[in-house]
């Protein structure tokens, strides 16, 4: 079990694990996830942390198949400029490895943006916490363990 799943165990959440056999010369991991589990990449979601400060940090949950804006996230979180966090500083903060951070289970709670296009669908799928590993999960179930709010964050 990952953190991920034991969250929504914890709070009683109706999901579905989806297994697949990572390839370690992958490291475009959304993509790969969309192509061995089938899906549609515009249902597949991917977590990337944004630094708004040197001292906080939040998460941005957008389709596989989409760019992150940027702009459109400092404009949600009322902040001038953001930018990506680094690679490293995004594991220590989740608790997870690139390719397997999940918007759940992290080590402690970041404000949260799911992009609007969750709107389009009762269920998503994101990361189960490790490469290999994904979760189908009801986004009104996501948005409550969250706390996330959604717009616009996508290019």
Known sequence: MTPAINILKKNKCDFKVHKYDHDPACTNFGDEAVEK?????????????????????VVCVLPVSNTLSL??????????????AQKDEAQKVTG?????????????????????????F????????????????????????LKAKVAKVTA
């Not at 949600?76 to 990506?84: E, G, L, P, R, T």
Request: glycine fraction near 8%.
């Open 37 to 57: 589990l089938g899906l549609d990449a515009n249902q597949v979601y991917k977590t990337l942390l944004v630094e708004l400060s040197p001292k906080e940090l």
């Open 71 to 84: 702009k459109d996230v400092a404009n949600s979180f009322d902040v001038k400029k953001a930018q990506m």
């Open 96 to 120: 997870y490895l690139l390719g397997g951070i999940s918007p759940l289970g992290q080590k402690k709670l970041l404000r949260t943006i799911l992009d609007e296009s969750v709107r389009k």
């Open 122 to 145: 009762e269920t998503i799928f994101i990361s189960g916490g490790k490469r290999g590993l994904d979760i189908e999960v009801k986004v009104k179930d996501l948005e409550t363990i």
